[in-house]
């Protein structure tokens, strides 16, 4: 495990000590224009599968339960996290850098994610993985994060806010475009008001990947 990961590892360890589901949620503003959006990818298929990789303490994976009623298959490293969800859910516990499965899914979320996948190798090694454990070609990847505007930003921190030392990358959004674009056809979406984006170097985004054959 690199010097990097530790870091990461340890944020997050650090987080499961806080009471409920805030310990994995940093922006609630943006259920308002991430839930609709995602609803709009599996249509109104109520029988849609869906797997939410990295899903932290199943916030949005509850909110999709109650909304829509999907079967949905929940993942995170942080086996803590995952005693928030919601008995409609299924739930495994798995690092998004390796994890894979024999089963397909409709749609597969990564929110927030990619932030603490900090090598583009590793990245796409991620996005491979997603790819193949889609149902069907044109089965939609949704990665929302945050992207460094002119370029590729890193933050390495002691964070008086979270009490802890924070370590996230935020990809240089056309690079990133780019190495999605070798598995699926990509399209940006930009759902959230300025206010929503505080930094003048990077703002967040919806990245609708659709795999191709």
Known sequence: M?????????????RTAIDGHVASRFHGEHDAYDLPAIAALAGADADARVLDLGCGTCSVSNALADLLGWS??????????????????????????????????????????????????????????????????????????????????????????????????????PDEVALLSERFDVEVRDPYPDALSPHADTHFHHLVARRRP
């Open 2 to 14: 690199s010097a990097t990961t530790d870091v990461i590892r340890e944020f997050w360890v650090g």
């Open 72 to 173: 949905i298959h929940a993942v995170d490293f942080m086996p803590d996290f995952l005693r928030h969800a919601d008995p409609r859910l299924t739930t495994e516990v798995g690092d998004v850098r390796t994890y894979r499965s024999d089963e397909r899914f409709d749609l597969v979320l990564l929110l927030g994610v990619i932030t603490y996948v900090e090598s583009a190798a590793d990245r796409a090694d991620l996005y491979e993985r997603c790819a193949q454990m889609l149902a069907a070609d044109g089965s939609p990847l949704l990665i929302k994060a945050q992207f460094g505007v002119e370029h590729e930003v890193v933050v390495d921190t002691d964070s008086e806010a979270l009490g802890a030392r924070y370590r996230g990358i935020y990809p240089y959004l």
